[in-house]
Structure formats: structure tokens, C-alpha cells
């Protein structure tokens, strides 16, 4: 039997145990046709970059399967029927990865940093609002061509219409 691994979509007005009750008749379909369900990584419900059939938002899952093609074919056939499921990917696999997908880790990295406002950065210090670092004072000079002086208004032109 060959390996995959299976992400879908499901459609954003959906509840979470909605979205498992799917999962589990897609699960009960490949065990039908002779393969089986590794790990299931429900990724949660994400911003699409583009609106699929009216929906801004989608729950991901991940589903590892070792199956038969049949077996894969008739998923991805009864995936096809269904309203719910927006889109859908199978990669054909050597060998399934062992522990979290990479989604996963960028969830677990992300809460052990505390959200998205709190960005380690690096080896830079960290500034406050207006803090110009180690550039120093603005001060008019700063900018290209040096301290001018007041400016005059072009010659032959007084505001108004001519």
C-alpha cells in the first residue's frame, strides 16, 4: 500500500464537531476499501488568501494515510460531492514524517512567545515608540540637501489662476 498525506478544507460556517464528523467518515471510507488513518493534525479554522466559493476562512486538516489507490480515489471522489469540503490535496509520500507537521510547530512556537504581538527580535534591542536607536536627534539638517533655509515661491507665480 502507498502513503499520503491528505490536507481539506472544510467550509468556515462549520462546527469543529461538524468538521470531525468528516473526518471520521472520510476515516471509515479508507478503512472500507482496505487502508488506514495515521495521525489527524486539525490545523484550525485560517484565513484563505483568496475567497473559495464565498468563504474567507476555511478549517484545515491534515490526515496521513496508507491506502490503496482505490481506496484514495473514492475519498477523493465523495470529497468532490461534498458542499462542505472546499478543496483538497493528496501528496504521495516515502515515508510519514514523525511527530508535529510544520503547522503544528508554528502553533506551539507561537504560544510559547506569547501570541503575535510579543516578536522576539533576535539580538536587536528592544525600542519604544520614537526612539531613533543609535542614528541620534532628527534635527532639519538630517535631511538631503542640507539646511536650506525658508523657501520662496517660484518667480512668475502668485497662487491664482492666470
Known sequence: MALYEHVFLARQDLSQQQVDALVEQYKGVIAANGGSVGRVEN????????RVNKNRKAYYTLMDLNCPPAALNEMERQ???????????TIKVEAH????????????ERSERGGFGDRDRGDRPARSFGD???RGPRSFGDREGGDRGPRRPREGFEGGAE
Open 43 to 50: 490545523w484550525g479554522l485560517k484565513s484563505l488568501t483568496y
Open 97 to 108: 514524517e514523525e511527530g508535529p507537521s510544520a503547522m503544528m510547530q508554528k502553533r506551539e
Open 132 to 134: 531613533r536607536g543609535d
Open 79 to 89: 470529497m468532490g460531492l461534498s458542499e462542505d469540503v472546499l478543496r483538497f490535496l
